[in-house]
């Protein structure tokens, strides 16, 4: 049973948007910020939604490692390709306009791409794909990150969660979506573990000394260290796959990488040769491909619905009431809050008021 207050989209958009022009972002590029983020709290996936508003994004910028005004630079381009400089800017408009680029492209020649280099986080990854989607195309976008996943048989974090998210239309009311890191577990979800005092899974984090970690609040301070990482997707070792996660993750930290040349691995650490706080030069990628390029739109999107109701209708394991395909979930988490509004947790209920308070922005949350 949700216990947290509900706060209306509207309202909570409103205060984001003002926040981020009060600290320097183009209003218009604010709006992209805010709709990413509330994006996120409307599928449910809350570790990327309001509550890192503050820390990940007005923090941020308050520092000096991240630039409110977007410059969004156009470096190489061909007819289906392009790469990007970001400058530091705020991630989520470098993302919706790096995709819109790609779509662009794909509607003319049926594919397009393209890189991105010095970018900051850009919120949820499935934003972008489904951006794709709409347009009747698959999406396809990955970010590097901060340095977080140990390889297989080792404990150093290495890897960023590194996404790898594929959205893809069908003729359902929403579209197939997979948007998971490559680790089992990211670091936004220890976060929200954190706020809520609860531990981790064991067996999700490897200490420096091999041993698994659970302690929430003591993994966020040993992965800032070097003293902890994440384990890629299958977990610690061979045995039951992980190599396959350290693999893919591998694969989305060179395509963020190489194709634009850009910073890889502790490159990305987000810390400077004296300790301090530094820009994180992040990497993206995004891929539209025109599904009415190949057998039409619409045959494309019946063959994925039948597909997904086939996996959805096919003999569930005892117990289980029923199957889910990926982005249902977040679908009917949406359907659930539209009209509700975002829950909204004492720890950033907190921030909120801090951050209003801060900037003088003139409004009254319901929670207060």
């Not at 958009?13 to 990413?36: L, N, R, S």
């Not at 630039?67 to 630079?73: D, H, I, Q, R, S």
């Not at 794909?106 to 934003?127: D, E, F, L, P, Q």
């Amino acid at each position: 049973m949700e216990k947290r207050p509900y706060v209306s989209w509207e309202l909570i958009g409103d205060f984001m948007t003002e926040a981020f022009v009060k600290v320097g972002v183009p209003h218009e590029d604010a709006k992209i910020c805010t709709d990413v983020l509330l994006e996120s709290d409307r599928m449910g996936i809350e570790s990327h939604g309001c509550n890192r508003f503050k820390p990940i994004y007005i923090d941020r910028i308050n520092v000096g490692i991240q630039n409110p005004v977007t410059n969004f630079e156009i470096v190489r381009e061909t007819p289906t390709t392009a790469v990007v400089d970001g400058h530091d800017g705020m991630g989520m408009v470098i993302g919706y306009k790096a995709m819109n680029m790609a779509i662009e492209k794909a509607k003319k020649y049926g594919m397009g791409m393209v890189a991105v280099r010095n970018s900051t986080h850009y919120g949820i990854a499935g934003y972008y794909a489904k951006m794709a989607a709409k347009e009747n195309m698959i999406g396809i976008t990955g970010s590097n990150a901060r340095p977080s996943i140990a390889p297989t048989f080792g404990v150093e974090n290495m890897l960023g969660t590194n996404p790898l998210t594929f959205g893809m239309p069908t003729d359902e009311e929403f579209p197939f979506l997979l948007d998971c890191a490559t680790s089992i577990i990211q670091r936004g979800k220890i976060e929200v573990l954190a706020r809520m005092g609860q531990d981790a899974p064991k067996g999700t984090v490897i200490g420096s000394d091999g041993t698994a970690l659970t302690n929430s609040s003591e993994i966020l301070e040993k992965l800032t260290t070097g003293e902890a990482a994440l384990t890629p997707l299958g977990g610690i070792g061979e045995e039951l796959g992980g190599y396959k996660g350290y693999g893919y993750a591998t694969v989305v930290e060179i395509l963020c990488a190489a194709l634009q040349a850009g910073s890889y691995l502790k490159m990305l650490s987000g810390i400077g040769e004296n300790g301090q706080k530094v820009p994180y030069h992040l990497g993206h990628f995004f891929i539209a491909i025109d599904t009415e390029a190949f057998m039409g739109a619409e045959s494309f999107k019946k063959t994925t619905g039948d597909i997904l109701r086939a996996l959805r209708a096919s003999k569930k394991a005892p117990g289980q009431e029923r199957i889910y395909t990926a982005g249902e979930k977040e679908y009917l988490v949406y359907l659930e809050r539209k009209d509700k509004g975002v829950p909204i947790g004492e720890s950033v209920q907190k921030e909120f008021i801090e951050v209003r308070d801060r900037l003088g922005i003139d409004l009254v949350f319901p929670f207060e």
